[in-house]
């Protein structure tokens, strides 16, 4: 069965950098697009971009260029959101979904929780 | 401020239907296709409806969606308590190349 397992928690101070991973099971890894989406405390669903799992050519939303990277490693079918330069707004849940088409995020991670603090 | 826009709340009580509305534009549910996900408390979003009225695998046929020009709405009938949940739409924004969605509904199942 398709399975997108994220890394635990993490607590940043901040200007430090955190990097979460996604490892995909039960299907070909390179077929699929990985997205990343991020919940703040209390809030809706932001869409981050996503990452050519094919290619490893990534595509960043608005206001994610710059300290947000998506990468991948093939070999281990996962992928990695880093972000550098934490800032205490960065606090959240981020997820992984693999995109069945434009959009249709039928797999997700359980979510990964950063919290910034000082 | 989301791009797509939906009611904060409906309520309604077990057994009632209730019905969900996503407003957008000509550039993103006016041209492409709606995705409505379900998020019970603390866990991650599951995929309710896809292509503005598909139903997943496992999905009830008490969940339905629809989509009228820049307008989805997610049609729940048959209420229950597990059905308390947040709900959102996402859908692709042509002109802003990035995917969007609604600020999401909360649904009590009074």
């Known amino acids: 069965q398709v399975q997108l397992v994220q890394s635990g928690s993490e607590l940043k101070r901040p200007g430090a950098s955190v990097k979460v991973s996604c490892k995909t099971s039960g299907y070909t890894f390179n077929v699929y697009s990985i997205n990343w989406l991020r919940q703040a405390p209390g809030q809706g669903l932001e869409w981050m971009g996503w990452?050519?799992?094919?290619?490893?050519?990534?595509t960043y939303a608005q206001g994610f260029a710059g300290r947000f990277v998506f990468s991948l490693d093939s070999s281990v079918s996962t992928a990695y959101l880093q972000i550098s330069s934490l800032e205490a707004e960065d606090t959240a849940v981020y997820y992984c979904a693999r995109d069945a088409a434009t959009i249709r995020f039928d797999y997700w991670g359980q979510g990964a929780l950063v919290i910034v603090s000082s | 401020q989301s791009v797509l826009t939906q009611p904060p709340s409906v309520s309604a009580a077990p057994g009632q239907r209730v019905t969900i509305s996503c407003s957008g534009s000509s550039s993103d549910i006016g041209n492409n296709y709606v995705s409505w996900y379900q998020q019970l408390p603390g866990t991650a979003p599951k995929l309710l409806i896809y292509?503005?009225?598909k139903r997943p695998s496992g999905i009830p046929d008490r969940f339905s969606g629809s989509k009228s020009g820049t307008s989805a709405t997610l049609d729940i009938t048959g209420l229950q308590t597990g059905d308390e949940a947040d709900y959102y739409c996402?859908?692709?924004?042509?002109?802003?190349?990035?995917?969007?969605f609604g600020g999401g509904t909360k649904l009590t199942v009074l």
């Open positions: 990452i050519n799992a094919n290619t490893g050519n990534p």
């Open positions: 996402g859908t692709w924004d042509s002109s802003l190349s990035a995917g969007v």
């Open positions: 292509d503005n009225n």
